[in-house]
């Protein structure tokens, strides 16, 4: 008896062999023909087809109007609230604040709950604010900006209670949240993306996850969601891809190998919603489209070495004896002296692209790296850096472009928000 | 019956054996379908209607050419307001002149 079942299962298992073997060819064919299909398509990039573009740039000079200063650590996150003139900062110190980026007044402070907060994004509508951080978890807060008169707001409650402004606090990730966003246009649907490998989709409307979106192999770093389709989302990993997902579908819609060796840290969708820009921790960009799936366009590193050299703008990672040949540097020399030796290890840590944000039309590219701490302005089209936006003395965690495109605030480790417009 | 002719130590091996075969024939399985998942995915990839990068550059240039953007002022003009260019509200300066003191 078990003889012949011994004599069945081998039998089973050749045939297995058999049809494995048949599955592995039909993958390998099919993946040549389709690395072939898309070879065929790379026939042009952005740069070699820039002069198709009327409008020439030469250089381009954003104003510091605002410093905003209150934060006593870093400045994690920032976030614009629909107005275009209110934005929400988080901050290391443990702390949220709203501002009015036009006259630099705090209008609203929430504690956190997370203290380790990493990440934050405000609703569509404007009254709520996301967080995300060490502690795994998603939290939500009600702002009571409304409107935009001036309004009072004491971090204490009538009776002398601390007021606490809490929505939702979505626990599931089994790590650090490294990003996260509410969906395009939605006040509810929230895409968080985590360490442990997975993004999960949250609804504060029905309290808890609605879907969760395996398929990394390394920790997710950063996402992006499409500003014209609100199903769609971008995520990007330390195992180099980027991963393009719809909300209606478990699995990945689309994959792309970002950089070679290095991680893929931070995402941007384009504001046409049919490209991405993916950056990475070599310092590399690369655009890719969706609609000819595959990279259009590469910015590179060098570009940007060149620039800061020609134009005296120092790497934060150099000794303080050669900063004081710097002006600017010799400002910053003061305020982060202290915190050189924290300074270095977390560009360590985290090195080239920390930050990066699109213009309203998208030909400005506005980025940040770990070797400085101006903000680089790169022409989308033809790859030429146009300008910096020099004022920070510390890295520059987070750039954001206002909804009407009119302002511009960076985000720093420096412990404050710049505001910056034409 | 052929197994009681059999001393019981090999009807031990000959179980053992079938047991380890049905774990890797289950493996097995699971490896095929996973490679029959994958392939369905290529297959669906390859239905992909793909543009070329030439005309995705074309569509992204001409999408900056016709969006306004404020931060262009030398192809846009500049805005009308700019409210963070909002006059500061200060107090006017007390000059010495204007306060008599009677």
Same mark, same amino acid.
């Not at chain 2, 509200?89 to 009677?102: D, E, F, G, L, N």
């Given at each position: ?8 299962q081998?039998?089973?298992? *050749? ?9 592995q ?12 299909i898309?070879q ?28 905003l ?7 994690a996150?920032?976030?614009?609230? =629909? ?5 929400v ?6 702390f949220?604040l ?5 006259n630099?007044?705090? *209008? ?16 569509h ?5 996301a ?9 939500v807060?009600?702002?009571?900006i ?7 707001q004491? =971090?204490l409650g009538?009776d002398?209670s ?5 929505l939702s ?28 490998r997975?993004s ?27 500003p014209?389709? =609100?199903n769609?989302f971008?995520?990007c ?13 478990p ?20 504001? +046409? ?6 950056g990475s ?19 590179g ?18 000794s ?59 022409d ?7 300008g910096?936006?020099?004022?920070h003395? +510390? ?7 206002? +909804? ?7 985000g ?11 | ?8 130590g ?5 179980q ?15 490896k ?13 990839s ?13 569509i ?11 931060l262009? =002022? ?13 006059p500061k509200?200060?107090?006017? *300066? ?9």
């Open positions: 008896m078990d003889s012949q079942a011994v004599a069945q081998m039998e089973i298992s *050749k045939l297995l062999n058999k049809q494995i073997n048949v599955a060819m039909e993958c390998k064919n099919l993946t040549i023909q389709l690395s072939r898309k065929n398509g790379r026939d042009a990039t952005l740069q070699s087809l820039a002069n198709n573009c009327g409008q020439s740039l030469s250089t381009v000079n954003l104003r510091r109007y605002r410093t200063k209150g934060h006593f650590d870093k400045v996150d920032i976030a614009w609230l =629909p107005d275009g003139r209110h934005i900062s988080a901050s290391q110190d443990g949220l709203v501002w009015d980026s036009t630099g007044f705090k *209008k609203e402070l929430i504690e956190l709950d997370d203290p380790w907060v990493m990440c934050c994004d405000v609703s509508d404007g009254r709520l604010v967080t995300g951080g060490l502690e795994n978890a998603c939290i807060y009600k702002m009571s409304k409107g935009t008169g001036p309004q009072q004491s =971090p009538a002398g601390r007021k606490s402004s809490l606090v979505f626990k599931g990730h089994k790590e650090y949240i490294s990003g996260l966003s509410f969906l395009a246009g939605s006040s509810s649907q929230i895409v968080t993306c985590s360490g442990d997975s999960i989709l949250w609804d504060t409307t029905k309290g808890g996850q609605v879907s969760t979106f395996y398929g990394h192999l390394g920790d997710v770093l950063s996402l992006s969601p499409n014209t389709d =609100p769609i971008v995520t990993s330390c195992d180099r891809r980027a991963l393009l997902w719809d909300k209606r579908s699995v990945s819609v689309r994959r792309y190998v970002s950089a070679d060796n290095c991680d893929a840290s931070v995402v941007r969708f384009f504001p +046409d919603g049919h490209s991405f820009a993916c921790d070599d310092g590399t960009i690369k655009l890719f489209d969706l609609r000819s799936d595959g990279d259009i366009a590469t910015y590193i060098e570009n940007v070495r060149q620039y800061a050299m020609h134009n005296n703008i120092a790497p934060i990672l150099m303080p004896k050669s900063f004081s040949s710097n002006e600017e540097a010799k400002i910053a020399m003061g305020s982060i002296a202290g915190s050189m030796e924290s300074s270095l290890e977390s560009s360590i840590d985290n090195p080239g692209v920390i930050s990066m944000s699109f213009s309203k039309s998208g030909r400005l590219m506005l980025t940040s790296y770990a070797e400085y701490s101006s903000v680089m302005i790169t989308t089209i033809t790859g030429q850096i146009l910096s936006m020099g004022g003395s +510390d890295v520059v965690s987070s750039i954001c472009v206002s +909804d009407d495109g009119l302002g511009v605030a960076t720093s480790r420096d412990y404050t928000v710049n505001i910056w417009s034409v | 019956m052929q197994s009681s002719s059999q001393s019981p090999s009807v031990l091996e000959l053992k054996q079938l047991k380890s075969l049905v774990r890797v024939n289950r493996m097995k399985m699971m095929l379908e996973r490679l029959k998942r994958y392939n369905e995915r290529l297959k669906e390859l239905q992909i209607d793909r543009i070329k990068a030439s005309n995705s550059s074309l992204i240039i001409d999408y900056t050419e016709r969006t306004k953007d404020f262009l =002022p030398s192809i846009w003009g500049k805005p009308e307001m700019n409210r963070f260019n909002a509200k200060t107090r006017p *300066k007390q000059s010495s002149q204007c306060c008599v003191i009677m």
